[in-house]
T-cell receptor
Framework: GAVVSQHPSWVICKSGTSVKIECRSLDFQATTMFWYRQFPKQSLMLMATSNEGSKATYEQGVEKDKFLINHASLTLSTLTVTSAHPEDSSFYIC???????????FGPGTRLTVT | DQQVKQNSPSLSVQEGRISILNCDYTNSMFDYFLWYKKYPAEGPTFLISISSIKDKNEDGRFTVFLNKSAKHLSLHIVPSQPGDSAVYFCAASAREGAQKLVFGQGTRLTINP
């Protein structure tokens, strides 16, 4: 149980375009979803926390106008990288949390390459 | 400000032996700790966790030890198997606030046959 999927698994886009990444909880309702990014050989850095039906809470230093997060239902959250630049190239991972306070279940990640 | 630290970027262990991965934290508000295993280009997989009211939690080959006075925890894997080769992340959370997970930098474990 507690399976999270992400789509697409990898995407290449041109600089200046926008990219949408979907995160779905397949067998549970995720009251809270989290978005992380990971640079090569580095840790997972939390970007934002979103609760279903409300605005996302962004971590310090994360541009909310650049990384648009929508958590429209208990099973779907989306991250849109707007006007992508090469420095946005990274591995983006989402996670969902059920009723329990701590444990998060992670998706497989999305590799974004901006050329 | 790295609140969760894994000071060993890599560890190599012989198959069948014990693997010990270490993690230190600085924030005394953390009261729940988790270990995740991650393969390249995949999301982390939850392994085992421990609450701050305990000092040990065991699940099969995996045991996590917590030393609150030293702000240190460790993950023991015994016996180590080739399939255990992966990057292991330690994470911590606090009951107060958004209960976000704060991750360490990860330790790459290699099990040699």
């Amino acid at each position: 149980g507690a399976v999270v999927s992400q789509h697409p698994s990898w995407v290449i886009c041109k600089s200046g375009t926008s990219v949408k990444i979907e995160c779905r909880s397949l067998d549970f309702q995720a009251t809270t979803m989290f978005w992380y990014r990971q640079f090569p050989k580095q840790s997972l850095m939390l970007m934002a926390t979103s609760n279903e039906g409300s605005k996302a809470t962004y971590e310090q230093g994360v541009e909310k106008d650049k990384f648009l997060i929508n958590h429209a239902s208990l099973t779907l959250s989306t991250l849109t990288v707007t006007s992508a630049h090469p420095e946005d190239s990274s591995f983006y991972i989402c996670s969902g949390r059920t009723g329990g306070p701590y444990e998060q279940y992670f998706g497989p990640g999305t590799r974004l390459t901006v050329t | 400000d790295q609140q969760v630290k894994q000071n060993s970027p890599s560890l190599s262990v012989q198959e069948g032996r014990i693997s010990i991965l270490n993690c230190d934290y600085t924030n005394s508000m953390f009261d729940y700790f988790l270990w995740y295993k991650k393969y390249p280009a995949e999301g982390p997989t939850f392994l085992i966790s421990i609450s701050s009211i305990k000092d040990k939690n065991e699940d099969g080959r995996f045991t996590v030890f917590l030393n609150k006075s030293a702000k240190h925890l460790s993950l023991h894997i015994v016996p180590s198997q080739p399939g255990d080769s992966a990057v292991y992340f330690c994470a911590a959370s606090a009951r107060e606030g958004a209960q976000k997970l704060v991750f360490g930098q990860g330790t790459r474990l290699t099990i040699n046959p």
